[in-house]
């Protein structure tokens, strides 16, 4: 099988504006979130892909691969679907571009989801993480994620889910790491859906693979790196360097 890993790369963020190009000790974000997605040696090619000319100099003339959107894109999974339409692939991942910390371990744990008889079956993977501190289980920009016994997410949102109302049962929260693997041919089938009504209401592009009644396998990671969403997250991410 061959594997793309495509980095959607969207210059003017709503909540922390060009954080891409932030500098994060001696590069900017887009540039660690490359050179790590790349540094795993998972992939037959990794390309940025964006609609920014500022982020396709920064890894074109540092020798990284890149192509401009032609088109402007509601996710980055529309973004990365127009860029690998005409691409011969079968596994496509989707690697934020604001994850600068991409280790080799959790992608391949992902990668292989789709192997061997079982995996013949799934479409879409992703990843999450445990989350211990309330203030990120509270904050609304930790998107959490609940799972069936199968690990197949039951559901995806901003807000406290499950919502503890017995306080006697311990219960792991999870994050819902922005980082998916798809068939090609599931995410093209995503570009020509509509945007549905969980995914408006929520801001979460995966709930519309919900809402069409394809699973998404949750693959567990002890990830814990730093999702840059804004500038206090950068300043994590310093310290986390």
């Known amino acids: 099988m061959k594997k793309s890993a495509f980095i959607p790369a969207r210059y003017a963020a709503t909540r922390f504006p060009a954080k891409l190009m932030q500098l994060l000790g001696t ?46 894109h509601e996710s980055g999974s529309d973004r990365i679907a127009e860029a690998v339409s005409n691409m011969q692939t079968d596994i496509v991942v989707n690697v934020q571009g604001d994850e600068p910390f991409v280790k080799k371990e959790p992608l391949q744990k992902l ?8 995996g013949e079956t799934v479409q879409v993977a992703s990843l999450m993480q445990v989350l211990k501190e309330q203030k990120f289980i509270d904050d609304p920009n930790y998107v959490k994620v609940a ?47 509509p945007m549905t009504p969980l995914e408006a209401a929520e801001k979460i592009e995966c709930l519309r693979y919900l809402e069409n009644a394809v699973p998404i396998k949750m693959i567990i990671t002890d990830y814990m790196g730093v999702e840059i969403d804004t500038p206090e997250d950068l300043e994590r991410a310093a310290k986390f360097l």
Request: net charge negative.
């Open 111 to 118: 990668l292989r989801v789709f192997d061997g008889e079982d």
């Open 27 to 72: 590069k900017p974000v887009i540039r660690h979130t490359y050179d790590n997605t790349v540094a795993t040696g998972l992939f037959d090619e990794v390309i940025v892909v964006t609609d920014s000319d500022i982020i396709y100099q920064e890894i074109t003339s540092n020798g990284g691969k890149a192509t401009m959107s032609i088109r402007e």
């Open 147 to 193: 799972v069936d016994k199968n690990s197949n997410a039951l559901f995806f949102s901003r807000s406290v889910i499950p919502y503890p109302r017995n306080k006697e049962i311990s219960i792991p929260y999870y994050e819902h790491i922005g980082v998916y693997a798809f068939r090609k041919q599931a995410l093209l089938n995503f570009t020509s859906w």
